[in-house]
């Protein structure tokens, strides 16, 4: 049986506060739940892509409503949370998709199909696995690995949810240790603990606009918010510890 995914789009006049959080509260909770004797492993993640952006759908059946800007100065955008999940059932995997359909229209969001997913080129490719361990048989087992790393986690937001509250909206979990959470969040001290054990190389990047007196924060992934103009200056990345 292939494992299979699908793309679950978000409309854009979605408050911007917890979208992904929402959706999952109302879509992949009780979802995974109905099934979790079927499922061998699940996991979502997140987007805010460009609205031509087509990966893993058909963007052309997703309607406006779903590809608007966010904001007065930006562009047309779409949100989304990618689901892989892997059913050996084939009689099972149906049902799952059938009753992910009735979720997603139910809650007002949109997909434009289920389609196969393939786990090792994904988890397995180059981008996951190092050169000096690119031997034969060895992209299947750091797939493996990868995506039993990516459950855990999907299971732990999950398990973190609270909600919904009197508006339908789910949240993450706050947490009052705030010497090893000072932004509230359980998942600094998950995050510490990853870098900690793999020792990961972190580093922030600063960028400049010269003629505003202007500094902003980033990362290699993602940059802060371009002002009018864009930047003028990348400085060089400064490595932290987290």
């Given amino acids: 049986m292939p494992i299979r995914q699908t793309r679950v789009f978000v409309r854009s006049d979605e408050l911007a506060d917890n979208w992904a959080e929402t959706l999952i509260g109302k879509i992949f909770q009780p979802l995974t739940t109905e099934f979790v004797d079927a499922l ?17 759908c058909e963007i052309s059946k997703i309607a406006d409503e779903f590809k608007q800007p966010l904001s007065p100065s930006g562009g047309p955008v779409h949100r989304s949370l990618r689901l892989r999940f892997n059913i050996d ?7 799952f998709e059938q009753r992910a359909t009735e979720l997603i229209g ?17 988890t397995g490719s180059n981008r996951f696995l190092g050169v000096e361990n690119r031997q034969s048989r060895r992209a299947e087992q750091r797939a ?23 508006h339908g909206r789910f949240r993450m979990e706050t947490n009052d240790d705030s010497r090893e959470n000072p ?26 606009k010269l003629g505003m007196s202007m500094i902003g924060f980033g990362t290699f992934m993602y ?19 987290y």
């Avoid at 139910?106 to 994904?122: E, K, L, N, P, S």
């Avoid at 995506?147 to 609270?162: E, G, H, N, Q, R």
């Avoid at 359980?186 to 990961?200: E, K, Y």
């Fill in 40 to 56: 061998i492993w699940f996991w979502f993640s997140r987007y805010v892509q460009s609205a031509d952006d087509s990966g893993d």
């Fill in 89 to 95: 059932d084939q009689l099972k995997c149906t049902a």
């Fill in 106 to 122: 139910t809650g007002g969001y949109r997909i434009t199909d289920f389609r196969d997913y393939d786990q090792v080129a994904d």
């Fill in 144 to 166: 493996k690995l990868t995506t039993s790393f990516y459950f855990s986690i999907s299971k732990l937001v999950i398990d973190a949810l609270v909600g919904p509250d009197e």
């Fill in 183 to 208: 932004r509230g969040s359980t998942f600094q001290s998950l995050l510490h603990l990853f870098c900690n054990i793999t020792q990961v190389p972190t580093d922030v990047y600063i960028y400049q």
């Fill in 223 to 241: 940059p802060p918010p371009s002002p009018i103009g864009g930047w003028d200056q990348q400085v060089e990345a400064h490595p932290i510890r």
